[in-house]
């Protein structure tokens, strides 16, 4: 009798916890989007800085395989609040979106061509850049080895990767609760501070050795940059139907070029990168809000 009892007890528990992340899903994906990821991630912070046994420093080898730069973790939490929100058929419903290729060929031109570009443009007009460009290797060589991580970078860190949380869970719903500007900046926002560890570490030019000051160089131009790169996401998400397999491209188109064009560039390095990002993609986002007067093409498409 007992035993029942306790079970009734557990499985009423259990539906009352369902209920409330139904209905604070986005909550609930943040908070589990930014808890496993920084579970793993920060024993490899703290031993950076000497806190933790340099041991742990073994975590963040496994970055790779947790998304570009723990995102596994991510997706992780977008299938279970799809799950948990829509059942099965939200579960489907969200994998068919990874398979949602079709889209005009202008859209395939711009994340394929325009964004490098874009980035390329961001390198060479900062002082001292240009002059450090040593010259660009062999063209079939170069263009083989700039296809193969693109291909890499796309099945690591795109299939497993951001997108199918950030665009494929949370947007549509940001976008439903606050309206496709307020949604994007909001999601900009929590975008941008998931990524913040990287920052205490050398990996994005912190760690031991640095001070505040480097800290409040490095992360704002950072910031600044993923908030542009929300608002051109969310514009090309609007306009490709929902599209998760047009976002991971997008992302992969974005991610490719840090380890193609700083090679080439003594001067470049992550913050620099990261500054180019920002002067690239900066107009191009701010052209975007005024030409579509804030709307980012949500017109075009609804919740999926």
């Known amino acids: 009798m007992e035993t029942s009892k306790a079970s009734g007890q557990s499985t009423a528990a259990s539906r009352s916890l369902r209920q409330v992340m ?5 909550f609930f994906f943040f908070f589990m989007a930014y ?9 490899f912070v703290l031993s950076v800085w000497g806190i933790m046994p340099e041991f742990f420093s073994f975590t963040f ?16 939490a977008a299938f279970i609040m799809t799950g948990i929100t829509e059942g099965k058929a939200g579960v489907r ?11 005009g060929w202008q859209w395939y031109l ?22 450090s460009f040593h010259g ?18 796309f099945l690591l860190g795109g299939l497993l990767g951001e997108e199918p949380g950030w665009r494929g869970f949370a947007l549509p719903r940001m976008q439903l609760r606050y309206g496709p500007l307020w949604g994007t900046l909001v999601l900009g ?7 913040l560890p990287h920052f205490l570490t050398p990996v994005q030019g912190g760690g031991p050795g640095t001070s505040f000051a480097t800290f409040l160089t490095n992360f704002p131009i950072f910031f600044l940059e993923v908030m542009a790169l929300a608002i051109i996401f969310t514009w090309v998400f609007n306009h490709t139907r929902g599209s998760v397999f047009i976002a991971i491209l997008l992302h992969t188109s974005i991610d490719t070029p840090q ?14 990168m990261d500054l180019a990002g920002l002067i690239g993609f900066g107009v191009p986002a701010l052209l975007i809000l005024l030409l579509t007067r804030g709307r980012l093409g949500s017109q075009e498409t609804g919740r999926t």
């Open 22 to 26: 139904q209905q604070h899903s986005l």
């Open 35 to 43: 808890a496993f990821s920084w579970i793993v991630l920060i024993p």
């Open 61 to 76: 080898i496994l970055n790779p395989f947790l998304g570009p730069i723990l995102a596994v973790p991510v997706t992780l």
């Open 93 to 103: 419903r969200l994998l068919h979106r990874y398979m949602q290729w079709r889209a």
């Open 110 to 131: 711009f994340i394929l061509l325009d964004i490098p570009a874009l980035l390329l443009l961001g390198i060479i007009v900062q002082p001292g850049a240009l002059a």
């Open 136 to 153: 660009l290797p062999p063209p079939i060589f170069f263009l083989v080895y700039y296809l193969v991580s693109f291909v890499v970078v």
């Open 189 to 195: 926002v929590l975008w941008g501070f998931w990524h």
């Open 259 to 272: 380890t193609v064009w700083i090679p080439l560039f003594l001067a470049v390095d992550m913050t620099s």
